[in-house]
C-alpha cells in the first residue's frame, strides 16, 4: 500500500468541498488537520486566496494563526496588515506593518512597508 501524502492544499479543497455538501463537521476536521502540517508560505498563500475571494474574515483569523505560529516572520506579519487593511481595520493593520517593519532585514521590503505606513495616516488610520 502506498502512504497517503497529506497536503495543506488537498485538505483545505477537500473541506471547501464537503462544506458545499453540507458536511460542516467534515470540513472543520479537514481544516483543522491542514493546519497541523502547514507551512508559513502554505497559511499565506490560502490567505491571499480567501482575500482574492473576498472572504476577509477567513483570511484575517488564517493570517493571524500565521503570525502567531511565526511571531519573528515579517512576511505573516506584513500579509496580516494587508488583510486587516484590505478589510477596513486601519488601525490594526498600521499595528500589523509597523511589527513587520521592527523584523525585516530587507531594505527595499522595510522601504515598501514604510511607505504603506506613511499612506495608511494619510488616510487617517492614526493620528500623524
Not at 22 to 48: M, N, P, Q
Request: proline share 2%.
Amino acid at each position: 500500500m502506498i502512504p497517503v501524502q497529506r497536503d495543506f492544499i488537498d485538505l483545505r479543497i477537500r473541506a471547501e468541498v464537503l462544506e458545499l455538501c453540507d458536511d460542516h463537521d467534515g470540513a472543520e476536521k479537514l481544516r483543522a488537520l491542514s493546519l497541523e502540517i502547514a507551512r508559513e508560505v502554505d497559511l499565506t498563500c490560502y490567505g491571499y486566496q480567501l482575500l482574492w475571494r473576498n472572504r476577509v474574515n477567513e483570511a484575517i483569523r488564517l493570517l493571524e494563526y500565521n503570525a502567531s505560529k511565526h511571531p519573528d516572520s515579517w512576511n505573516a506579519w506584513d500579509s496580516l496588515g494587508e488583510a486587516f487593511s484590505h478589510g477596513g481595520d486601519l488601525r490594526r493593520a498600521v499595528e500589523c506593518y509597523g511589527h513587520a517593519s521592527r523584523l525585516v532585514e530587507d531594505e527595499q521590503e522595510r522601504l515598501r512597508i514604510e511607505c504603506t505606513l506613511r499612506d495608511l495616516v494619510a488616510l487617517g488610520a492614526i493620528a500623524s
